[in-house]
């Protein structure tokens, strides 16, 4: 039943680990999204797959790197991770660009860097 | 360049008041989305409300109530007769027309108290 769905829910990891966060939708929808929640709450969009094609990166470090295998798909891999890295990681999908409906969201993972 | 301006931090209010959650925009966009989502506790995104640039009528769904003035470049929301289960933290977002990057607000934490 679950319409955007993000694994883990929680990530606690050392300084300079690589780890991965996969995403997976079920709406068939061809647009997804990974947004970055911050300590203050703060949304800001990181990627933006449309039919696995990237369209938006906006300035993220080349440590995050997105892969989408498919449109259902959208993961999201980060190397060498920092404590600024620390942060609630949101996948999100929308039927297609530009039409503007509503973001679905997934759950949220909290990624903590220790 | 998109801005959303949620100029209150934090709100308390006891049960039962009504509460008004201001939103202001910037946007050069002349067709452009609005939005809100609701963040409770559990730290899911849930979509409450779209409205488009060109539909400044006001909405109503149960104790929800949306203001859009496109003169004063606000989206507010109001809450009638507040109850405990509405404590959460409120995002207002912008999307532009072609763009269609979502830029959200910094988001006001709502307190209901018994």
């Known amino acids: 039943d679950t319409a955007v769905s993000q694994t883990p829910k929680y990530l606690v990891t050392q300084m300079g680990n690589d780890k991965s966060i996969k995403c997976e939708q079920n709406?068939?929808?061809?647009?997804m999204y990974w947004y970055k929640q911050d300590s203050k709450k703060f949304l800001k969009i990181m990627f933006s797959?449309?039919?696995?094609?990237?369209?938006i990166n906006e300035t993220v470090p080349n440590r995050f790197s997105p892969k989408s295998p498919d449109k259902a798909h959208l993961n999201l891999h980060i190397n060498s991770l920092e404590l600024g890295d620390s942060a609630v990681y949101f996948c999100?999908?929308?039927?297609?660009?530009?039409?503007?409906?509503?973001?679905?969201f997934g759950n949220g993972t909290r990624l903590t860097v220790t | 360049a998109q801005k959303v301006t949620q100029a209150q931090t934090e709100i308390s209010v006891v049960e039962k008041e009504d509460v008004t959650l201001d939103c202001v925009y910037e946007t050069r966009d002349t067709t452009y989305y609005l939005f809100w989502y609701k963040q409770p506790p559990s730290g899911e995104l849930v979509f409450l409300i779209r409205?488009?640039?060109?539909?400044?009528q006001n909405e109503i769904s149960g104790r929800y109530s949306w203001n859009f003035q496109k003169s004063t470049s606000s989206f507010n929301f109001t809450i009638t007769a507040s109850q405990v289960v509405d404590s959460a933290v409120y995002f207002c977002a912008l999307s532009g027309v072609p763009t269609r990057q979502l830029t959200f607000g910094s988001g006001t934490q709502l307190t209901v108290l018994p």
């Open positions: 797959y449309n039919n696995k094609e990237l369209i």
């Open positions: 409205r488009n640039s060109f539909d400044e």
């Open positions: 709406l068939g929808h061809d647009t």
């Open positions: 999100a999908s929308t039927p297609r660009q530009g039409n503007n409906s509503p973001l679905h």
